[in-house]
Structure formats: structure tokens, C-alpha cells
């Protein structure tokens, strides 16, 4: 019996010894952060900041207009962890990090992403589809009614929700569903009129993450 209950202290010794060491590799992030550089190809590598690094790059060459180079690219070449090289599409990666700062692909392009936290903050371009009706009464020319569709370039504001790596739209629906995770910071902005609400969103985004800290692996 002694032997066991020294074993479980051992054990449990030891394990609390890797957490510590572990957690000493994480720090708070802030403005000063600086990302490793490199490709992330999921959202994974993006969190722990783990991308593929410059110099296990194959193809293209990594030089000065690499990143410019991602846009005609079709895929990425590199070398994995054992030595053999790896190809991936470029469309399916998460992203990069160019020069200490992270780019996310969305709607077909690179976006820096600017905000980073527990609610991490970005912009993107996208292009929005709508249709339109036309009613023979007001066409004297055709009898027969169509519609027809075109599209739009539009600035539209996107989340990334950092414990579920999801996307979301910046909305105020979603913003309320990520702000239920500090009752505090949720019910201050329930007080608020809707209106209100709308217009303080990113006010209280950025309440949510100076209380609720995101920590990164340097």
C-alpha cells in the first residue's frame, strides 16, 4: 500500500512538473507579440503559433515576394518533421505570418488580422451575390418576367471565436453568444438598448479579452 501511494506522488510529481514547464512557454499576448513567420496550414498552427517554418519551404522559393507568390501559386512544397517532403494545396491552408504579423485566408485572399484575442478581429472583402426581379408591367419590351443577377465587391467584419477556431460574422447575435462566457461582461451589455449594443460591440469585445487573457506559446 505504500508502495502504491509513493507511486501515485511520484506520478503526480511528475506530471505537474511537465505542466509547469509547459506553461512557462505561454505568454499573455499583447500589441508586442511577435508571430514566428512562416505557413499556418490550419488554425491550430495559428493558436500555438506553430507555423511551417522559411526554411523547410521547398516551393516556392522563399524569398523577399514569396507571399505574393501564394496568390498564383497551386500548391506548397516542405519538409515534414522526418525529412520527406510534404505538398498542400495553397487554398487549403489557414494562412500565414509575414514579418511578426498573421494573415488568415477568407474569401479567396489574404487578410492581415490586426485584433488578436480570446475574440480575434478581422475585415476582409467578399463578394456578395443578389438577384434582381423584373415585371413585364414596367418592360413594354418583354412579356416575359426574368430575373437577373449580379454581384458586389463589399468591406464586411469577421470573429474568430480562439477556443473553437470557428469564423463567424460580426454581428450581434454572435457577439452576444461569445460575451455569455463572462456573465459579468454579458449582462453590462444586455443593459444596454439595442441600438446601443450595436454601436459598443467592439468596445465590449475589447473588455472581454483585456479580462479574459489569451495566452500563446512564444
Do not use: C
Request: glycine share 4%.
Amino acid at each position: 500500500m505504500r508502495f502504491f501511494t509513493t507511486t501515485i506522488l511520484i506520478l503526480i510529481s511528475f506530471l505537474g512538473a511537465i505542466a509547469q514547464k509547459d506553461s512557462t512557454n505561454l505568454v499573455k499576448y499583447d500589441f508586442s507579440f511577435t508571430f514566428k513567420d512562416g505557413i499556418y496550414p490550419n488554425f491550430n498552427s495559428f493558436k500555438n503559433n506553430d507555423p511551417i517554418p522559411p526554411e523547410s519551404i521547398i516551393s516556392p522559393d522563399y524569398s523577399d515576394d514569396f507571399y505574393n507568390k501564394l496568390d498564383t501559386a497551386q500548391s506548397i512544397i516542405y519538409y515534414g518533421k522526418f525529412g520527406s517532403s510534404i505538398s498542400i494545396p495553397v487554398r487549403s491552408i489557414w494562412g500565414y505570418s509575414k514579418n511578426g504579423k498573421p494573415y488568415i485566408l477568407w474569401a479567396d485572399k489574404f487578410n492581415l488580422i490586426p485584433y488578436v484575442g480570446q475574440i480575434t478581429h478581422f475585415v476582409s472583402t467578399v463578394t456578395v451575390y443578389y438577384s434582381s426581379y423584373q415585371d413585364p408591367f414596367y418592360n413594354s419590351y418583354h412579356y416575359n418576367s426574368y430575373s437577373r443577377g449580379y454581384q458586389s465587391e463589399e468591406l464586411r467584419q469577421f470573429i474568430i471565436d480562439m477556443q473553437t477556431g470557428k469564423i463567424i460574422d460580426y454581428n450581434l447575435k454572435n457577439i452576444e453568444t461569445i460575451l455569455k462566457r463572462d456573465i459579468d461582461i454579458y449582462n453590462d451589455f444586455m443593459k444596454l438598448r439595442k441600438r446601443k449594443r450595436n454601436k459598443q460591440m467592439f468596445y465590449f469585445i475589447k473588455l472581454y479579452n483585456e479580462k479574459n487573457h489569451l495566452f500563446i506559446p512564444e
